[in-house]
């Protein structure tokens, strides 16, 4: 069992940058496929990047997000910057055991969530 926790939400003006925080539980944290995923409201939720070793990207936020993790630490970061209003939602932390699909919301666990809201 994994239990995830976000921090590092807020309200920020565009063009700024925020730092997302995931903290999670369990001695096995190195071996999980992280991912970040967003929902806006009355949208879909969407992913938004992925580190195993390798990382990846939604197109929408390369070259502007960047995450990372520290596997010491247990956890995993999502660095937002140039952010705009399209970027607002509210961003969730997931982790799955195996490093296929990662884009797919078929993750076996998930944080409760921080939003992230920009102003224009």
């Known amino acids: 069992q994994v239990q995830l926790v976000e921090s590092g939400g807020g309200l920020v003006q565009a063009g700024d940058s925020l730092r997302l925080s995931c903290a999670a539980s369990g001695r096995t944290f190195s071996t999980y496929t992280m991912g970040w995923f967003r929902q806006a409201p009355g949208k879909e939720r969407e992913f938004v990047a992925a580190?195993?070793?390798?990382?990846y990207y939604a197109a929408s936020v390369k070259g502007r997000f960047t995450i990372s993790r520290d596997n010491a630490k247990n956890t995993v970061f999502l660095q937002m910057n140039s952010l705009k209003p399209e970027d607002t939602a509210v961003y969730y932390c997931?982790?799955?055991?195996?490093?296929?699909?990662?884009?797919?919301?078929?993750?076996?666990?998930w944080g409760q969530g921080t939003q992230v809201t920009v102003s224009s």
């Open positions: 580190i195993i070793r390798s990382t």
């Open positions: 997931a982790a799955k055991g195996t490093r296929y699909d990662l884009s797919t919301p078929e993750y076996d666990y």
